[in-house]
């Protein structure tokens, strides 16, 4: 996720995030009751989650494959976090039927799977490998992804016991999963962004699928 800017307004509490009215088309987190701005995602990182987003829903129904879902997870003062991607358990989907916004509160079940793809930058870096991580562990989010184009590693992040066990993929490894354990790309084949760069059948179709099918 890209580099975040603060926004110099009081900080909020919890209810009043939810309630604060967005005239513009700008994505917010919350993070310590500060209200912070996320700018536009790269055109890289677009790619990339475009490309997991359409192998996801190869894997596990179309309503469970969600962006643009908040999760309020636990700090020092209210704080929302908006991944790039996540996967629902079937309990974390029920209960944000009806609801007028896609934000899963604490008193609600977390999902199955969460995805952050890094940007450059140290401040990036450090939250999604630190601030994220142990905020998702706090969660119970079963899996955490950090999806790292600098890199060219895929960090699968495991829960057991109350903490993240971590597992990097990278080059010709295949992402392991226990959550979508049909997933079938392997490491490289997520940073390749010319499809004709790699021998993949299935991400060649994939990505000359019409954008419109992600909605269907």
């Excluded at 513009?24 to 993070?31: G, K, N, P």
């Excluded at 209210?78 to 509160?105: F, I, M, N, Q």
């Excluded at 604490?106 to 930058?121: F, K, N, Q, T, Y």
Aim: aromatic letters at 8%.
């Amino acid at each position: 996720m890209s580099q975040a800017t603060s926004s110099k307004t009081k900080l909020l509490t919890f209810e009043e995030y939810l309630a604060y009215s967005n005239d513009a088309d700008t994505r917010y987190e919350l993070v310590d009751g500060e209200l912070v701005e996320m700018p536009p995602e790269s055109e890289e990182n677009l790619e990339i989650a475009r490309k997991s987003l359409l192998e996801l829903i190869r894997h596990v129904s179309v309503e469970r494959v969600a962006w643009g879902t908040e999760i309020e997870v636990t700090g020092r003062r209210a704080r929302c976090r908006l991944p790039d991607l996540l996967v629902h358990t079937e309990a974390s989907k029920a209960a944000l039927a009806g609801s007028s916004r896609a934000t899963l509160t604490r008193d609600m079940p977390p999902p199955a799977l969460v995805i952050e793809i890094v940007s450059p930058g140290k401040a990036n870096r450090d939250r999604d490998y630190r601030y994220k991580h142990t905020e998702y562990a706090a969660r119970e989010i079963v899996e955490y992804w950090i999806v790292d184009p600098e890199e060219q590693r895929v960090t699968v992040c495991q829960w057991v016991d109350g903490q993240y066990e971590d597992t990097v993929y990278a080059g010709a490894d295949q992402i392991q999963s226990s959550v979508i354990p049909s997933f079938a790309f392997t490491s490289a084949e997520i940073f390749c962004l010319n499809p004709k760069d790699t021998d993949s059948t299935a991400l060649k179709s994939m990505l000359a699928a019409p954008p419109d099918c992600i909605s269907q």
